[in-house]
């Protein structure tokens, strides 16, 4: 949802993201020109961010807009993973402890300065359960406590337990200036940041206008707005019809969209330039809520077995995509590895059929299965951002449940509008969205814990297994545990607790300007280029 990095689908934790959303940054240019100073970059968002509040929402387009307006402590290089200055100048994690030096003379949009303690209070915010940030457990470990000493600039971050990945979460974390943590409304529909851009429109449901600060330096890596070529004014608009966006790119009415359809054969034909994503794009999950009839495990099993995960992962990508290998897919990839393949449960209706058999799911004389009178009937919702193959694949699904007697209605929303009816307890049964994160640790709010709405757990999963695997996988520093951590991937899939099925490679095309994705677009990699 960047859950999220998320952007691409979902989370881009990813929601870094932590997101629903997904990340990367090769690229390909599709004609050269030279930078010009000023001008208005123009991004289509397939979604409408909603509350713009950064540390309040896990949806890939909040993730995507909070970029330009705020920064994190620390940066990732997208290429090979190693951390990079941002907020902060310097840094080390050893043991529970993690130092943060900020840099100098960082400023918020109102000119007002950042201090340590500023930073330590956006921790403490976030790390205090009642306030319900989807960010805890996800880019800060459960439990942290933070401390800022002004004098020295030096923020101290302490942990409850072994966090292996701690860095890579705070490079996802926006920080929030002390006007907008005093009135946290005023962040739903304008900004409080140390980012490079200020909000300075907003007009919900159409489009966002953001204005350049000047004397920017603390970009990631030492990124400023010093740069040539950056651009004057960033306008967001929401385009949910990829095949409008795409028609709005070749016609300049946009610089840039992320394009995952059939529409990406004419864009590519067309030259334009294009940063290349790899993100997991096709994840089934089930509503593991009592009283949901997916509660029941040979329900779950059965709906999985119906399926011919192959086939429906060519049809989401338009023959683009692959298989999935991992559930943390975002590059720099922590843990690279395959906890997939081996894991998925194969298709066959047969064994599916029988299981509906044992949970008591009867099929009648006219093909449908009943319980007690009550119809086997499941609500089936999935995101609009995968173009017509996501439609086609949503009815494929359909047609392969309804051969084993299931009756399932699909619905297409919106990511906000599915965030919100997932992780606000709405009506549904079975959902694809997907999660885009780069280190396995991230995804564990998502996986157990807390049932939303009282935590990111939205499909309240509950597996002994997973939850002392991952115990186990904590305690070991960094890529040492990896093996670890895919195995209890793995033991999920088994029970198709959780059901990847397709990767793709999600483009980004632009077209007057480039820019870089190592995980959402980085407004300070933007480039306007010549007519």
């Known amino acids: 949802m960047k859950l999220t990095s998320v952007g691409i689908n979902g989370l881009c934790l990813a929601l870094a993201a932590a997101a629903l959303a997904g990340c990367g940054g090769a690229s390909h240019r599709g004609g050269k020109g030279e930078v010009v100073e000023g001008g208005t970059f123009t991004l289509g968002l397939s979604s409408d961010p909603g509350g713009l509040d950064p540390q309040m929402g896990a949806g890939t387009s909040l993730f995507t807009v909070t970029q330009f307006a705020y920064d994190p402590l620390v940066s990732v290089d997208g290429r090979t993973g190693a951390i990079q200055s941002a907020l902060a100048k310097s840094w080390q994690a050893k043991g529970k402890s993690v130092t943060l030096t900020l840099a100098d003379g960082i400023t918020c949009s109102d000119g007002t300065r950042l201090t340590a303690s500023d930073v330590a209070d956006n921790l403490n915010f976030v790390a205090d359960p009642k306030n319900k940030s989807p960010f805890l457990g996800t880019f800060l470990p459960a439990g942290a406590t933070a401390k800022g000493d002004d004098a020295t600039r030096v923020v101290t971050l302490t942990l409850a337990g072994p966090a292996p990945f701690v860095l890579n979460g705070l490079a996802s974390l926006p920080i929030v200036c002390p006007k907008g943590m005093a009135g946290r409304s005023s962040l739903k529909t304008a900004t409080a940041g140390t980012g490079p851009y200020k909000l300075i429109e ?104 119906a399926l011919d995960l192959g086939q429906l992962q060519k049809v989401l990508t338009s023959g683009r995509g692959a298989a999935a290998t991992t559930l943390a897919t975002n590059a720099p990839t922590a843990c690279p590895g395959d906890s997939v393949s081996h894991a998925l449960p194969a298709r066959d209706p047969q064994a599916a059929g029988a299981l509906l058999d044992q949970a008591g799911w009867v099929k009648g004389s006219d093909g449908r299965r009943t319980k007690g009178g009550k119809p086997l009937a499941l609500t089936f919702l999935y995101q609009n951002n995968n173009g017509s193959g996501g439609d086609a694949a949503a009815e494929l699904a359909v047609k392969q449940w309804k051969a084993i007697g299931v009756a399932a209605t699909g619905h297409s929303q919106s990511e906000t509008t599915l965030t919100g009816t997932i992780f606000g307890g709405g009506n549904w049964d079975v959902v694809w969205v997907s999660l885009n994160v780069n280190t396995p640790d991230q995804l564990v709010p998502f996986l157990s814990g807390p049932a939303a709405p009282h935590g990111n757990n939205f499909a309240a999963i509950s597996d002994p297994d997973y939850d002392k695997a991952v115990k186990s996988a904590t305690a070991i520093q960094g890529v040492a545990g990896c093996r670890a951590w895919l195995a209890a991937e793995s033991g999920l899939i088994t029970k198709a607790d959780i059901v990847p099925f397709a990767g793709n490679v999600v483009h980004t095309f632009g077209k007057g300007a480039e820019f870089q994705t190592p995980g959402q677009l980085v407004p300070t990699s933007i480039r306007m280029l010549a007519k």
Not at 203 to 227: K, L, S, V
Not at 229 to 245: D, I, Q, S
Not at 252 to 280: C, F, H, M, W
């Open 202 to 305: 907003a007009a919900p449901g159409d489009h966002y206008t953001y204005a350049i600060r000047d004397g920017y330096t603390w970009g990631p890596n030492g990124a400023t707005t010093a740069t040539k070529g950056l651009p004057k004014t960033v306008v967001v608009k929401v385009v949910e019809n990829e095949t409008t966006a795409a028609n709005l790119l070749l016609s300049s009415g946009l610089n840039a969209a992320q394009i995952a359809g059939p529409d990406v054969d004419r864009l590519e034909k067309a030259g334009l330039y294009a940063t290349k994503t790899p993100a997991l794009v096709g994840e089934q999950w089930y509503n593991h809520h009592a009283g949901r009839v997916t509660d029941d495990p040979k329900v779950r099993m059965a709906l999985t077995r």
